[in-house]
């Protein structure tokens, strides 16, 4: 399924005198993918019936045959995680491929999703969900501060702007009174940032407006504040809803592992095997979200499967639902 990374095993075999071809490795990889797709399709019907998700998305190069070249796919990831404001529901992502960026995979991945909030950048494409008409209404989308505060932390460091090292600051004092209600009621949350974050928003506003008129229309810094002002909304949703986040953090932290991946393996053969590379990426990272080891897991679970475990008992076999004496892989 993906070659550099069937190839690098292959030679660890080979180190230790096992001959095995990138071929049975990759059919290996391919039939295990099968047994565990019921997994992750459970996955996906848990996170269908959360109220907030987080979704972002990375490139996954694959591999494009005949040209002797890759192109650009897509790994589009949706997570829940309820952590940040006290909630019991285990903290789930699952990744789908696409072969681009274009907002109608968001929709089509979200298709049959009962949530209302989805947490997410500023890219445009999302911005096609509040448009959709559902039962219970159209996604409303919840914009990142730490997008906007890479922007302005980027033109500190290479132009030294006062004005973005001011914007940092007060962004700062947002995350400042999130850490002192991280893992609260939403209640207690929503308390603290009407009392304490509000007042911030309600000056950072016309701050950055000021701002916006001193400086040039063409500049780095104006484009950045045009940014978060065009966002504002979004941005500002956190104030009235303590189930929300500043941030996208859970999702792009769940993503990370995977460019890390992407530089080791290069490539994915082929769309399938892109696909079976975004499904074993979900069981691992749901492992590791749940401080579960995944090798462990994937272990007993396939032996499960193929064991017969019954599909009408499927919600035993979930990453959360595991629990193992090994220490789990940090």
């Known amino acids: 399924a993906v070659l550099a990374m069937t190839q690098e095993i292959a030679a660890i075999y080979a180190r230790q005198g096992i001959q095995l071809d990138r071929a049975t490795l990759g059919n290996w990889t391919g039939r295990a993918c099968f047994h565990l797709k019921p997994i992750a399709d459970h996955m996906c019907a848990h996170l269908s ?12 190069p694959v591999l494009d045959p005949g040209r002797g070249q890759t192109k650009k796919g897509f790994f589009w990831a949706i997570a829940a995680d309820d952590r940040g404001y006290g909630g019991t529901g285990p903290p789930v992502v699952l990744f789908r491929y696409a072969p681009g960026r274009s907002g109608e995979y968001a929709e089509r991945f979200l298709e049959g999703f009962r949530g209302r ?8 494409g999302y911005n096609r969900l509040t448009r959709l008409e559902r039962p219970q209404g159209s996604w409303v989308l919840v914009h990142c501060w730490s997008h906007l505060r890479r922007r302005f932390v ?36 929503l308390a603290a940032r ?23 229309s063409g500049s780095r810094l104006a484009e950045d504040i045009r940014y978060g ?26 993503i990370r ?25 979900s069981i691992v990272a749901t ?15 396939l032996t499960a499967i193929i064991n017969g475990h019954p599909q009408s008992k499927i919600d035993d076999l979930m990453p959360w639902r595991f629990r193992k004496t090994s220490s789990p892989i940090p």
């Not at 959360?50 to 998305?57: H, T, V």
């Not at 492992?287 to 679970?301: G, H, K, Q, S, W």
Request: proline share 5%; aromatic share 8%.
């Open 194 to 216: 009407q009392k304490h974050s509000a007042p911030i928003i309600d000056a950072l506003k016309p701050w950055f407006e000021k701002q916006l008129s001193m400086i040039s």
């Open 257 to 281: 592992p995977i460019c890390l991946t992407r530089k080791n393996v290069l490539f994915a053969g082929h769309e399938i095997g892109a696909e079976n590379w975004a499904q074993l990426s």
């Open 49 to 60: 019936a959360a109220d907030r998700l987080f979704m972002d998305e990375t490139t996954a």
């Open 117 to 124: 909030f989805l947490q997410c950048d500023g890219y445009d």
């Open 229 to 254: 002002l065009a966002h504002w909304v979004g941005l500002t949703r956190f104030l009235d809803d303590g189930r929300l986040e500043l941030d996208t953090n859970p999702v792009e932290n769940a």
């Open 154 to 189: 980027k033109l500190v460091r290479n132009t030294k702007s006062p004005i973005a090292e001011a914007a940092v600051r007060q962004i700062a004092t947002l995350y400042a009174v999130e850490a002192t209600v991280r893992g609260t009621s939403p209640q207690v949350r």
């Open 287 to 301: 492992c590791r979200l749940n401080d579960i080891n995944p090798v462990a897991y994937l272990a007993e679970t």
